[in-house]
């Protein structure tokens, strides 16, 4: 097992990506404060000022506050406060951080450690960055990681053809379940499963596509054999964890969840879509015939069926105990599909 799962070698990146942001807008502010100081109507610089020391001064401000503030933005509360709205966290991490500036400002000032009403200036400055940096973590948790860098560099203007792995994740026995629980229930019940697979997901470089009702669409990328075998594992790591956290949904819910899964790979076209709401899409037979697969699953009592063509691109499964199910003719297809289960060695 890594040392640091993947959500917290993303999590790190993140840190990392605002740490480069905020040292490089210390240096703007320094660099702006230096043509303020040299326009006509300006009083001019203190004794001893020096440009370099401003920078310097600025870009260690905005070194120190990355490596702390944005540490409490990325590692604390966008972990702990998951379940409030975005607005909220937004507009409280804004506050204290504006709060706090600004009592250091004046501080500073009074001590005559700095221009007041440059210092308040500042704080304003940084409290404004504060603000934008967390909308874009928030904005980035929402699309998925690296989906929203992807509409933002417009990578999917022009529909692209890709290579993909996707498996259809689905709940057993749904319906009686959210009869059993009610709609509340049933839906912090899906909420709390949904947030338990993510690890899981993450740490086999699964992308989570979408959630549709009780079920979770996964994709991966094309990799070496290894890499495309993560989505076998991934299935399994996923049914461990849920099993150890047994206790959890037993005392929450009486019982605990089950799922069955369909994984397939084949070529997609991948674009943005959409006007008010934009989003990238895949689409293309493989998807229609992963839900297929997913649906035997129950016909066959297996818990994971996978297509030949998915197991031939990935080459030896040491691990897994493979079970033909025989070439089966998926309903509103023409074309037979040779499907497999799966089962770990025991």
């Known amino acids: 097992m890594p040392v640091f799962s993947r959500r917290a070698r993303l999590q790190f990146r993140q840190l990392a990506a605002i740490i ?50 944005g540490s409490l933005l990325v590692f604390y509360v966008n972990v702990k406060y998951r379940d409030r709205s975005y607005g909220y966290t937004i507009a409280s991490v804004t506050i204290c951080f504006l709060l ?5 400002s004046i501080v500073l000032g009074l001590l005559g450690m700095g221009d007041l009403h440059r210092l308040i200036k500042n704080g304003v400055v940084w409290a404004a960055v504060v603000a934008i940096t967390q909308m874009m973590l928030q904005v980035n948790s929402k699309f998925g990681y ?37 709609d509340r229930r049933y839906h912090a019940f899906l909420k709390d499963f949904f947030s338990d697979i993510t690890n ?46 047994g206790d959890k949904y037993l005392s929450l819910y009486g019982f605990v969840p089950t799922f069955k899964a369909g994984i397939h790979c084949g070529e997609v076209v991948a674009g943005e879509v959409g006007i008010i709401k934009r989003d990238i899409t895949y689409s293309g037979d493989v998807l229609n015939t992963t839900a297929r697969i997913q649906g035997m699953c129950k016909q066959y009592n297996e ?6 063509e998915l197991l031939a691109a990935l080459g030896t499964l040491s691990n897994y105990v493979s079970q033909v ?18 089962k770990p060695m025991s």
């Open 146 to 182: 690296g989906i929203f860098w992807d509409l933002i560099r417009g990578k999917y203007n022009t529909p692209k053809q890709e290579r993909r792995i996707f498996m259809f994740l689905d709940i057993n026995a749904s319906t009686t379940i959210a009869e059993e629980l009610g």
């Open 100 to 104: 706090i500036i600004l009592l250091i």
């Open 325 to 342: 199910l025989g070439s089966i003719r998926l309903r509103g297809k023409e074309k037979e599909t040779l499907l497999i289960a799966l």
């Open 20 to 69: 480069v942001s905020w040292f490089c807008i210390g240096m703007l502010v320094a660099l702006y404060d230096h043509q303020v100081l040299h326009t006509r109507n300006a009083l001019g610089t203190a004794p001893g000022y020096k440009l370099a020391a401003s920078i310097l001064l600025n870009a260690g401000i905005g070194l120190f506050g990355a490596l702390t503030g």
């Open 200 to 245: 899981p997901i993450l740490n086999n470089k699964g992308e989570i596509y979408q959630y549709v009702g009780d079920e979770v669409v996964i994709a991966w990328r094309y990799g070496a054999e290894e890499e495309n075998s993560q989505c076998i594992r991934c299935f399994f790591d996923i049914k461990e964890h849920i099993q150890s956290l």
């Open 303 to 308: 818990e994971v069926i996978a297509s030949a």
